[in-house]
């Protein structure tokens, strides 16, 4: 290709444009992205349809109000999100008018915000002039029984619109058919909310109304981050690109039952960034090291493992040393106790040593696990007895090893043989 009277910028974006990339779809791994299929959420996607089931079977009888809890990453606006789209959907084939709305309360803050948002996503036709919000809210109302349509406004992050816009808009908005004469009502309500303590704040009969129908999402399992990764790769990457080894790794890192946060969001986001590392660096698929770079990236929690064990005993040091070494040798997830003991040894040998025993091995081990420099869990199904695994979930390894290395020989106070 000639670049010639081209900007000298020109060939670094057509090189980069035609660029291979290991990406099918790396939309499929944004936070905005609505999957098809929703992995473990079966069971409250369920209790939804069973929530406004009314909306078919008998339409307009009452109006629905459900509160969804759960913390960060646990599938509540996916999961209304689906539910919308699809439960829509199979209406509008049984000739029901019934229109799905989400909105962000942390974006849209105020009661007038809210009803304005209201009437844009339902496309319903406001008079130019100014309205008080009762105007448009009845005017919303009017424009449903017109149209003979039916609505599901979901309000997320509503834990932060009661706390900014006050218990009376929450009022406004969760009693809406207490003091208006209707036959048919239109509007049912989705309420998202981090968990009900953030609705203290609110009176009594309202709060009551709020968690009548309640449906609390627990943080996912390393399963079933197994199973949502797995899911998303096959949509975002060509076959080959992310091995279940990796998958694993991450949903072990993560997982509620591994110690992790049970955060499918961040589990999602360290994949996707392992993607863009594993790309920018020209590799044909995703390696152990560019999830641990990625991991060490997004961690909301390590800080700086550099100051975990500046004042780690020496022996200490030489294990954590090990299991670097055999990490980074192996390139396995996790190593066993054993091995970390052989290659603990080789290395005390090295440096001129003695070595320490079992017990006080295990002890150094089970103290880098609470200071959050190591994984360590008990072996389960999949390996013949019972052992230690041993895994580093940050990186990059070699970096780390060198850092530790040079630690332990200023320890020592000898030089590098």
Not at 156 to 181: C, K, L, Q
Request: proline share 3%.
């Amino acid at each position: 290709m000639i670049y010639d009277d081209k900007p000298s910028t020109w060939k670094i974006i057509e090189e980069e444009l035609n660029k291979p990339t290991i990406f099918k779809s790396r939309e499929s791994l944004t936070p905005e992205y609505i999957p098809d299929n929703l992995p473990h959420r079966e069971k409250e996607i369920k209790a939804l349809v069973s929530a406004f089931k009314h909306l078919i079977t008998s339409p307009g009888s009452f109006s629905q109000r459900v509160l969804i809890v759960g913390s960060v990453g646990t599938g509540k606006t996916v999961t209304a999100r689906v539910f919308g789209r699809d439960f829509t959907r199979a209406a509008k084939i049984k000739g029901y008018n019934i229109r799905y709305v989400h909105i962000n309360c942390h974006r849209n803050r105020t009661l007038y915000n809210v009803v304005t948002e209201i009437a844009r996503q339902l496309e319903i036709p406001l008079p130019s002039r100014g309205l008080s919000v009762k105007e448009m809210y009845d005017a919303i109302l009017g424009y449903l029984d017109e149209s003979d349509t039916y609505a599901i406004v979901t309000l997320d992050e509503f834990h932060y619109f009661a706390s900014i816009a006050g218990s009376d808009a929450v009022y406004f908005i969760v009693r809406t058919y207490d003091d208006i004469n209707a036959s048919i009502k239109r509007l049912n309500f989705i309420f998202i909310s981090l968990d009900t303590s953030k609705l203290s704040l609110l009176d009594s009969t309202t709060e009551s109304y709020l968690l009548r129908h309640m449906i609390k999402l627990k943080p996912y399992t390393s399963s079933e981050l197994f199973d949502i990764l797995k899911y998303r790769a096959s949509q975002a990457f060509y076959e080959g690109i992310v091995d279940d080894e990796i998958l694993r790794f991450i949903a072990d890192y993560e997982g509620s039952d591994r110690g992790g946060g049970g955060n499918a969001r961040h589990a999602i986001e360290i994949l996707l960034l392992a993607g863009d590392i594993a790309e920018s660096e020209g590799a044909d698929k995703i390696q152990l090291d560019h999830v641990r770079k990625a991991i060490m990236k997004t961690s909301r929690e390590i800080i700086n493992i550099s100051e975990s064990i500046l004042y780690s005993p020496v022996h200490e040091l030489i294990i954590l040393w090990a299991i670097i070494r055999l990490l980074r040798r192996t390139g396995r997830p996790f190593v066993k106790m054993g091995e970390v003991e052989k290659e603990y040894e080789v290395l005390c040998e090295v440096l001129g040593e003695q070595p320490r025993r079992h017990t006080q091995i295990y002890e150094y081990i089970m103290n880098l696990k609470k200071a959050g420099v190591i994984d360590a869990r008990t072996s389960g199904k999949g390996l013949r007895g019972r052992t230690t695994l041993i895994s580093i979930h940050y990186g990059p390894l070699d970096l780390f090893e060198k850092h530790v290395e040079d630690l332990i020989y200023r320890r020592l106070g000898v030089s590098k043989r």
